[in-house]
C-alpha cells in the first residue's frame, strides 16, 4: 500500500525560507516587463559603487531586478543598455560594472540554490542515494526529483519510473529535473561523495527549492529543463 502524498505545494511561511513578500511584482529594469518577484535577479550596489548580485533578494538598500538570461545580460552590457538602466534605476551614474558580472551572477545564483539544498539536508528533507531514492518514490514519499548535470540517462530513467509509479503516473512521461549543477558541485556543497541523484520528501521543501533553482534557470536560459530520455 504506497503512503499519502505529499502536501500540494503552496506558498511556504516566511520562516521556511520562502520570500516574504512572494507574490508581489518587480520590473526588469532592461526589458520593462513585469514578472513575480522570486521570477528575478535582484542587483544591489556596494558602498563603494560595486553594482553586485544579491541572489538571495536580501541586501538593504535600493536594488534593480533583471529577468534576462546570461547571454542577453552580456549584450546589454556590451551596449551600454545595461548601463543606463541602472544609472536610473540608482538615480546614480556613479556605478562600477564589473566586467564579470553576468558570471558573478551565475555563481551567487548557484551558490543559493546549493545551500538552500544544505539546509534541506539538515532538516532531515534530503534524500540521497539511488537505491533509498527509489524505494521511497515508489512509496509516494518523493516531492521532487532531480539529476545531476552529468547523470546518466540509465539511472535517470530508473529513478524516473519509481516516481511516477509513486505518484500513479506511469506513462505520464513525468521525469526528474536535471540541475545545472554537476555531481561534483553537489558532492561538495553537500559533504557527501558522489551525489548524482537527490530527491525532497516534502512538497514545501520542493517550493523552497524551486526560487532560487528557477532563478538560475533563467539566467541560464534553460528555464523548465528536465532529464531527457
Given at each position: 500500500?504506497?503512503?499519502?502524498?505529499?502536501?500540494?505545494?503552496?506558498?511556504?511561511?516566511?520562516?521556511?525560507?520562502?520570500?516574504?513578500?512572494?507574490?508581489s511584482?518587480?520590473?526588469?529594469?532592461?526589458?520593462g516587463?513585469?514578472?513575480?518577484?522570486?521570477?528575478?535577479?535582484r542587483?544591489?550596489?556596494?558602498?563603494?559603487?560595486?553594482?553586485?548580485?544579491?541572489?538571495?533578494?536580501?541586501?538593504p538598500?535600493?536594488?534593480a531586478?533583471?529577468?534576462?538570461?546570461?547571454?542577453?545580460?552580456?549584450?546589454?552590457?556590451?551596449?551600454?543598455?545595461?548601463k543606463?538602466?541602472?544609472?536610473?534605476?540608482?538615480?546614480?551614474?556613479?556605478?562600477?560594472?564589473?566586467?564579470?558580472?553576468?558570471?558573478r551572477?551565475?555563481?551567487?545564483?548557484?551558490?543559493?540554490?546549493?545551500?538552500?539544498l544544505?539546509?534541506?539536508?539538515?532538516?532531515?528533507?534530503l534524500?540521497?542515494?539511488?537505491?533509498?531514492?527509489?524505494?521511497?518514490?515508489?512509496?509516494?514519499?518523493?516531492?521532487?526529483l532531480?539529476?545531476a548535470?552529468?547523470?546518466?540517462?540509465?539511472g535517470c530513467?530508473?529513478?524516473?519510473?519509481?516516481?511516477?509509479?509513486?505518484?500513479d503516473?506511469?506513462?505520464?512521461?513525468?521525469?526528474?529535473?536535471?540541475?545545472?549543477?554537476?555531481?561534483e558541485?553537489?558532492?561538495?556543497?553537500?559533504?557527501?561523495?558522489?551525489?548524482?541523484?537527490?530527491a525532497?520528501a516534502?512538497?514545501?521543501?520542493?517550493?523552497?527549492?524551486?526560487?532560487?533553482?528557477?532563478?538560475?534557470?533563467t539566467?541560464?536560459?534553460?528555464?523548465?529543463?528536465?532529464?531527457?530520455?
Open positions: 500500500m504506497r503512503n499519502p502524498r505529499n502536501d500540494a505545494l503552496g506558498s511556504p511561511k516566511t520562516e521556511t525560507g520562502a520570500s516574504p513578500e512572494k507574490g511584482e518587480r520590473r526588469c529594469v532592461l526589458t516587463q513585469t514578472s513575480a518577484r522570486d521570477d528575478l535577479v542587483l544591489a550596489v556596494s558602498p563603494d559603487g560595486d553594482v553586485l548580485p544579491d541572489a538571495l533578494a536580501k541586501a538598500g535600493r536594488g531586478w533583471i529577468g534576462v538570461s546570461k547571454a542577453e545580460l552580456a549584450d546589454a552590457m556590451a551596449s551600454s543598455k545595461l543606463g538602466a541602472l544609472s536610473r534605476a540608482f538615480k546614480t551614474g556613479a556605478l562600477n560594472i564589473p566586467e564579470d558580472l553576468p558570471t551572477i551565475e555563481s551567487a545564483l548557484k551558490k543559493a540554490v546549493l545551500e538552500r544544505g539546509l534541506e539536508m539538515r532538516s532531515g528533507r534524500i540521497l542515494g539511488s537505491d533509498r531514492i527509489a524505494n521511497e518514490a515508489r512509496m509516494g514519499a518523493v516531492a521532487a532531480y539529476h548535470s552529468d547523470a546518466k540517462e540509465d530513467r530508473k529513478l524516473d519510473q519509481a516516481w511516477r509509479v509513486g505518484l503516473e506511469e506513462g505520464s512521461g513525468r521525469k526528474g529535473e536535471r540541475l545545472p549543477l554537476d555531481r558541485a553537489l558532492s561538495v556543497a553537500l559533504g557527501r561523495e558522489n551525489v548524482v541523484h537527490l525532497l516534502d512538497a514545501r521543501s520542493a517550493q523552497r527549492i524551486a526560487i532560487p533553482l528557477g532563478r538560475l534557470q539566467f541560464l536560459g534553460a528555464a523548465d529543463t528536465v532529464a531527457e530520455t
